[in-house]
């Protein structure tokens, strides 16, 4: 059993990091409670375990006495200067007191406290060494599903990512390496528990830092971030030096550097948008590349309208509304979105405003200029183009058709319109 032991502390130490002495200390625990049961009370007991050659001894701590009248708590003076012989009454001696045998089941009960408290150790050990990563992008392998939930072996540690916490579009196998970000530690009945997550959205915040070197150094600060996990994100920048343009830096020479993020996230789509103190400003960036014909913000409502042309409505409300909404929860504003409202003329208008452009002509009546307009008429160059007869048949116009026409010509001298020729290139002909 001592061999036994001494291998179990050195795995234990070599392949889990747990210290010796605790070890020691836990396998000394786990004998007491089996040597109590075989020595019985005595005063003090406890096991002493030689690191090296796992050689066990109980001992109790008595009390030198003349007359022994408990022998669990008491030694005779002869006997205690057997042991040490300055020893005098009253003194407390340490006398080994090991059973000449446990027994199986004290050597079986002995183990399984040292197991407990082995996991116990080891456990505490995750906790310590975790708790401080919270935040941090780990890398580890897929190692088996619990339900939906995806076991992540992460070396000397097992992970968790819940169904919660995976990104829906993606598929997991055994064996695949990933990197995920470090949601939680937590302290739970069975023990501490690792919570990783590749659906948060401090994942991808997490992965600019990696990428981008300005944002490692905050030259460029991220503002604010939304995501719809597998489907797309949008994320907020801005720089605090006038010298670094915040996208640019973002997307990276020819885009490698976002591209890099997107390949991470397994081709989900990226937005990285410029923040701006301006909230209407900042709604047309978070809504991408539209023009916006105009922007109404509502301070105590917290709600912004903007107004696109119509051929925009669908890109700025983005398919299933994604673009809004997440245009929304990046910015922290509700988000209206409406068509731009382009008046068209109506028949009757497109009418009145032909008569009034034909009675604006000197000599024309107004009356004379509706009934042309309802005749067909509508603009001084067809009426140019029409003969005296044809007018004449028009009612209300009648023998007024030479008059009218002369005032159009008049009116197209005077607006330099000539019918089959430009001003001034009348040329004689040979009969005149």
């Not at 996990?229 to 030096?241: E, F, L, M, Q």
Request: with cysteine; proline share 5%.
């Amino acid at each position: 059993m001592n061999g036994d032991l001494i291998a179990i502390i050195d795995y234990w130490e070599r392949e889990k990091g747990i210290d010796r002495q605790t070890l020691i200390s836990a396998v000394e625990e786990s004998l007491l409670a089996s040597a109590k049961k075989a020595v019985g009370p005595s005063r003090q007991l406890r096991v002493q375990i030689n690191p090296k050659t796992g050689e066990i001894k109980a001992i109790a701590r008595l009390i030198v006495v003349d007359r022994v009248l408990n022998k669990h708590s008491q030694i005779s003076l002869a006997e205690a200067q057997k042991i040490k012989p300055d020893a005098k009454l009253g003194d407390e001696i340490d006398v080994e007191v090991t059973p000449k045998e446990f027994g199986r089941i004290a050597s079986q009960y002995a183990k399984q406290y040292l197991l407990q408290q082995i996991r116990k150790a080891e456990k505490k050990l995750i906790y310590e060494e975790f708790k401080d990563r919270v935040g941090e992008i780990v890398s580890g392998i897929v190692r088996r599903f619990e339900h939906k939930d995806v076991i992540i072996d992460l070396g000397r540690y097992e992970a968790l990512m819940p169904v919660s916490e995976r990104v829906p579009t993606e598929d997991y196998q055994p064996n695949d390496r990933i990197r995920a970000y470090v949601k939680a530690v937590e302290m739970r009945p069975h023990g501490p528990e690792i919570i990783l997550s590749r659906a948060d959205p401090q994942f991808v915040v997490k992965l600019f830092e990696l990428e981008v070197a300005e944002i490692a150094d905050k030259t460029v600060e991220i503002k604010a971030i939304a995501r719809e996990p597998g489907h797309r994100t949008k994320i907020a920048v801005v720089s605090n030096d006038p010298h670094v343009d915040a996208l640019g830096a973002c997307v990276g020479l020819r885009g490698q550097r976002v591209k890099n993020i997107v390949r991470e996230l397994n081709n989900e789509k990226v937005d990285v948008v410029e923040w701006s103190p301006d909230i209407a400003q900042f709604v047309i960036n978070a809504l991408g590349k539209i023009t916006a014909k105009g922007v109404e913000v509502d301070e105590n409502r917290r709600r912004v309208k903007v107004i696109v042309p119509p051929d925009k409505l669908s890109v700025a409300i983005g398919k299933h509304g994604q673009n809004a909404r997440l245009a929304s929860k990046l910015t922290g504003w509700q988000i209206e979105i409406e068509p731009e409202i382009i008046q068209t003329k109506g028949f009757e208008e497109k009418v009145a405003e032909a008569i009034e452009a034909l009675a604006a002509i000197p000599g024309i009546t107004r009356e004379q200029a509706d009934a042309l307009v309802h005749a067909g008429i509508t603009r001084l160059e067809e009426l140019l183009q029409a003969e005296e007869s044809d007018l004449i048949e028009i009612p209300g116009i009648g023998e007024k058709a030479g008059e009218i026409l002369a005032a159009a010509r008049a009116e197209a001298q005077r607006r330099t319109i000539h019918i089959g020729e430009t001003p001034g290139s009348h040329v004689p002909s040979q009969n005149q």
